[in-house]
């Protein structure tokens, strides 16, 4: 069952922050984010791990909360270049486990 | 950096031709995965692939369908005959092994069927 993601969409200012979070009604064992521009690869931002693990390499943070099985990605001080779709995914951990994607946020970053 | 590539960047084909899609993913990676992205829709998983067979599928990926790995680093999806829903952008992806990790996805195939 695909997680749901909330706001459908999100229009900012530069400089100004955002919060996009993801439930799942599954217990999950990890959540994948993702950031796609317009004709492109969806571009992995992070993973988070059950048990606190986390894994990124862009200055983008996210929470998750393997009780409520919700993830919550934090965008702080955005840029033009954030613009795009994000897409939480979910596993729930089999060895070879597939990821289940949301319907995405679209945030647009104004000037 | 090592990526994932896929080829043609882009396949107009007529309904009811065989299109094979090609990737070829990071070379130590064990784990191999095709999606699908209808347009302005999101990103569905069609099939996983791990030592040379299968492990997963989902509803969309039927017997017009089927991958391969016909050597030690192509990866390739066939669709026998394709309809005109199967117009999408089709993704490789390929993750480095067990456990949870990231999924380096390819940059896409778009699949125009007429």
């Known amino acids: 069952q695909q997680p749901v993601q909330s706001p459908q969409a999100v229009i900012l200012r530069e400089g100004e922050d955002a919060v996009i979070n993801c439930s799942s009604s599954k217990a999950l064992y990890s959540v994948h984010w993702y950031r796609q521009k317009h004709g492109e690869a969806p571009v992995f931002l992070m993973i988070?791990?059950?048990?606190?693990e986390q894994k990124g390499h862009e200055k983008i943070s996210a929470s998750f909360n393997e009780k409520k099985q919700q993830s919550s990605l934090y965008l702080t001080a955005s840029q033009l270049s954030y613009s795009g779709t994000y897409f939480c995914g979910t596993e729930s951990g089999n060895r070879d486990d597939k990821i289940i994607f949301g319907k995405g946020t679209r945030l647009h970053i104004l000037p | 950096e090592p990526e994932v590539t896929q080829t043609p960047s882009h396949q107009v084909t007529q309904m009811g031709q065989e299109v094979i899609l090609r990737c070829v993913p990071i070379?130590?990676?064990?784990?191999f995965y095709w999606y699908r992205q209808i347009l302005g829709q999101k990103v569905e998983f069609l099939v996983s692939?791990?030592?040379?067979?299968?492990?997963?599928k989902s509803e969309i990926f039927d017997d017009q369908f089927s991958v391969e790995r016909p050597d030690g680093s192509n990866f390739t999806l066939k669709i026998r005959s394709t309809k005109l829903e199967d117009s999408a952008m089709y993704f490789c992806?390929?993750?480095?092994?067990?456990?949870?990790?990231?999924?380096?996805f390819g940059p896409g195939t778009r699949l125009t069927v007429l």
């Open positions: 070379s130590n990676h064990l784990y």
């Open positions: 988070l791990l059950k048990g606190g």
């Open positions: 992806a390929s993750r480095r092994g067990t456990g949870v990790g990231e999924q380096f």
């Open positions: 692939f791990y030592n040379n067979e299968i492990s997963e």
